[in-house]
Structures are given as structure tokens and as C-alpha cells.
């Protein structure tokens, strides 16, 4: 499940990955320590065809289908600066965003961003997003039944908070971001290619 998603269909390899360690640490039925690995292997071979993919046909098909999906030629040219300036910072956090994992190989590809570098970082990422995921998981498993009352309201409220405030960072600097992608790809001609 978690290759299928880094592949770029839209499937829940979050919750997957969080339910399997959660299950592992309540029932003792699931290795926590088969099941990291194993997760980690699928993800990283997933991002590596994605990859593949992104490469082969993602930019010719962001460029002709993308306004439909909301990725217009500003959205376009910033992707292409960002992964020319923070390729490697991107592949890596963005294993540990939602809707980013998804996609994230298929725009490194699309983006041309050197694939030695990007096997490293996905490699990296997928390492640590399985292992934090997985032990995370796995800890508040084992201590879910003691966590009720006032202090499950309030972690249920900081995760909210939290999930808000990133929102909002991405919506604020958004513009920002594209007006730095505008004046670096215009200042240097060779890169917008």
C-alpha cells in the first residue's frame, strides 16, 4: 500500500502505517521490527518508479492537464525552482506531508532533479518517516488505554492547532515563494530549461 502510494495514487499510507504499529503494539501479532523495514522498502521502491514516471512523461502532462488540477504555469515555474534550490530538502519533508508524499517522485522526476540525489534523500526520508511513524505509533499504542479525559482532549486540540497552523504557513508564503521563483529563474536563464 505504501509503494502504491508513493507512486501517486491517493491512498491512506499514513493511517495504514500508523494502524499496522498500533496493532503490532496492542496484539503483539506484527513485528514492529518486520514491519518498519518492510514499510520503508515499499515506500522507497515506490518513490523510485514514481520517479521514473515523473521523469518519463510528468512534466509534458503537468503542462497540459495541470491547470485542471490547479497547477498553472506560475505553479509550474515555482516547482521547477524549488526542486532546482531545495530538491533534496523537499524529497526528504516531503515524506512527511499528506498530500506531498503522494506526489512528491512524480514532481522530483517531472522537475528533472538529479536522480542520485534524489534516491538519497527519498531513501533517507523513507527511512525516518517509517521509523518515527512506526516506534511513534507503536509507544502511543501501548499507552492509548492510559490516555483519557481532559489530556485526550487537549492532544485531539494541539493536533488540530497544529494541522491549522501549517495550513496557513503554506497559504501566507505561497506568493512569496512564487515571486523568489519568478525573479531567480529570470536572473538565470540556464535553469529555467
Known sequence: MLMLESLGLPLPG???MIAAAIFAA?????????????????????DQIGYVIGRWVGF??????GRKIGIGEERLELGRYLFHRYGGRIVFLGRFVA????????????????????LIWNGLG???????YGIGAY??????????????????IAGAAALIGAFLFVRRNEKRLMG??????????????
Open 26 to 46: 496492542t496484539t503483539h501479532q506484527l513485528n514492529i521490527a518486520v514491519l518498519i523495514p518492510a514499510a520503508a522498502t515499499g515506500a522507497i521502491l515506490g
Open 60 to 65: 509534458r502532462v503537468l503542462k497540459h492537464w
Open 14 to 16: 499514513e493511517s495504514l
Open 126 to 132: 523513507g527511512i525516518c518517516w517509517t521509523a518515527l
Open 139 to 156: 509507544v502511543l499504542g501501548e499507552a492509548a488505554t492510559k490516555i483519557s479525559g481532559p489530556l485526550g482532549i487537549v492532544l485531539g
Open 180 to 193: 523568489e521563483a519568478r525573479k531567480d529563474m529570470h536572473a538565470a536563464p540556464e535553469h529555467a530549461a
Open 99 to 118: 498530500f506531498l508524499r503522494t506526489f512528491v517522485a512524480l514532481l522530483a522526476g517531472a522537475n528533472r532533479m538529479p536522480w542520485h540525489s534524489f
